[in-house]
C-alpha cells in the first residue's frame, strides 16, 4: 500500500510583492518624465547647485526663510477648528464688502438706538478686546532670535 503524500499547495498570492509595486512606480516615473528630469538634475549638479546656493545666501532668502518658519510655528499652536472659524469668518467679511451696500448715516436717533443694541455690543466687545490684544503684541520688542521666544531653549543661528 502506498503512503500518503505530505503536499501542501502554497496559496496564490493576493497582494502586490514590493519588487512588483517598484518596477510599477519606475514605470509610472518614467512614462511622465520624472527619470528624465531628475538624471539631468544629477549630469548638471555642479550648475544647479551653485545657483542654489548663490539664491540662498542672500539676505532676502534667509529672511523669508525664518518668516516661513515663524509662521509655521505660530500657526502650529493654534488648533484647526479655530483657524477654521477665523477664517471663514474672514470670508463672510470679505462677501459683506464686496456687496458694496452704503447705508444712509443713522442720524442723532439712529446713533442712540446703536448705542443700545445688546447684540452690537456682544459682536464689538470681542473684537475691541482682540484689537487690544493685538496692539499690546505690538508694541513689544521684536525678538532677536523668534526659535528662542518661540521654543525656550538657547539657539547659535
Same mark, same amino acid.
Given at each position: 500500500?502506498?503512503?500518503?503524500?505530505?503536499?501542501?499547495?502554497?496559496?496564490?498570492? &493576493?497582494? &502586490? &510583492?514590493?519588487?512588483?509595486?517598484?518596477?510599477?512606480?519606475?514605470?509610472?516615473?518614467?512614462?511622465?518624465?520624472?527619470?528624465?528630469?531628475?538624471?539631468?538634475?544629477?549630469?548638471?549638479?555642479?550648475?544647479?547647485?551653485?545657483?542654489?546656493?548663490?539664491?540662498?545666501?542672500?539676505?532676502?532668502?534667509?529672511?523669508?526663510?525664518?518668516?516661513?518658519?515663524?509662521?509655521?510655528?505660530?500657526?502650529?499652536?493654534?488648533?484647526?477648528?479655530? /483657524?477654521?472659524?477665523?477664517?471663514?469668518?474672514?470670508?463672510?467679511?470679505?462677501?459683506?464688502?464686496?456687496?458694496?451696500?452704503?447705508?444712509?448715516?443713522?442720524?442723532?436717533?439712529?446713533?442712540?438706538?446703536?448705542?443700545?443694541?445688546?447684540?452690537?455690543?456682544?459682536?464689538? &466687545?470681542?473684537?475691541?478686546?482682540?484689537?487690544?490684544?493685538?496692539?499690546?503684541? /505690538?508694541?513689544?520688542?521684536?525678538?532677536?532670535?523668534?526659535?528662542?521666544?518661540?521654543?525656550?531653549?538657547?539657539?547659535?543661528?
Amino acid at each position: 500500500m502506498a503512503e500518503p503524500l505530505d503536499f501542501k499547495p502554497t496559496p496564490a498570492r &493576493t497582494e &502586490t &510583492t514590493a519588487q512588483e509595486e517598484w518596477e510599477r512606480l519606475l514605470d509610472t516615473l518614467h512614462r511622465h518624465g520624472v527619470l528624465r528630469l531628475a538624471n539631468d538634475l544629477v549630469a548638471r549638479n555642479q550648475d544647479i547647485a551653485a545657483i542654489v546656493v548663490k539664491g540662498l545666501e542672500t539676505e532676502g532668502a534667509r529672511n523669508v526663510m525664518q518668516n516661513v518658519s515663524a509662521l509655521a510655528m505660530v500657526l502650529g499652536k493654534v488648533p484647526p477648528g479655530a /483657524m477654521y472659524k477665523f477664517a471663514e469668518a474672514l470670508r463672510e467679511a470679505a462677501a459683506v464688502l464686496a456687496e458694496g451696500r452704503r447705508d444712509a448715516a443713522p442720524g442723532v436717533r439712529g446713533v442712540y438706538r446703536l448705542l443700545n443694541d445688546d447684540e452690537l455690543w456682544r459682536t464689538l &466687545t470681542p473684537l475691541a478686546r482682540a484689537v487690544g490684544t493685538f496692539g499690546r503684541a /505690538m508694541a513689544r520688542p521684536s525678538p532677536e532670535k523668534p526659535i528662542v521666544a518661540h521654543s525656550g531653549k538657547p539657539s547659535d543661528a
